[in-house]
């Protein structure tokens, strides 16, 4: 049995294709501080691991070195421990709230997307995650690799109801 939800073309689409955030909490402005100084912490690592280096992400996509490979592969590692831990020991957010994970099922279109990615990563040697923080090294040049990631976010949200399943 899918959940259903309405979007603003009023037709239904399964939750599998769409994150929603089912907090009801309201917090004060300043509560988004942590995300800031998360974010900083986070472009600081980033930069220090030469996540955000063009060279190494070439370096990736030619097979020449594992460096990216294992950053990427301790993360899926650390991901898969943090979900296992979180379901077995029934974790709750800081706040108490249940934290709920939905089956999601396959579709022709994640490989399409993945692949669209992954030529567009290899190209601009920059994937989403680091664009603020390459910028924020003084490669403005990224600056059109962030604004072509949100037109293209764009138009996919214009034609998403359009494209196969």
């Known amino acids: 049995m899918k959940n259903q939800i309405e979007n603003t073309d009023f037709e239904t689409r399964s939750l599998d294709s ?93 490989v399409i997307g993945g692949l669209i990615f992954g030529f567009g990563w290899a190209l601009t040697g920059a994937c989403p995650g680091p664009l603020f923080a390459q910028i924020g090294t003084g490669a403005t040049v990224i600056i059109v690799t962030l604004l072509s990631a949100i037109a293209g976010t764009w138009v996919y949200g214009f034609f998403r109801n359009r494209l196969p399943h």
Do not use: P
């Open 18 to 110: 769409v994150c929603i955030n089912e907090s009801r909490l309201q917090h004060r402005w300043y509560h988004n501080a942590k995300y800031l100084i998360t974010g900083i912490l986070f472009g600081i690592i980033f930069i220090k691991a030469e996540v955000i280096s063009w060279y190494r992400i070439q370096e990736m996509f030619r097979f020449q070195s594992f460096h990216m490979y294992g950053i990427i592969g301790s993360a899926v590692v650390v991901g898969m421990i943090s979900v296992w831990v979180i379901k077995k020991y029934n974790v709750n957010t800081i706040y108490g709230e249940k934290i709920e994970f939905h089956d999601k099922t396959f579709n022709k279109g994640q």
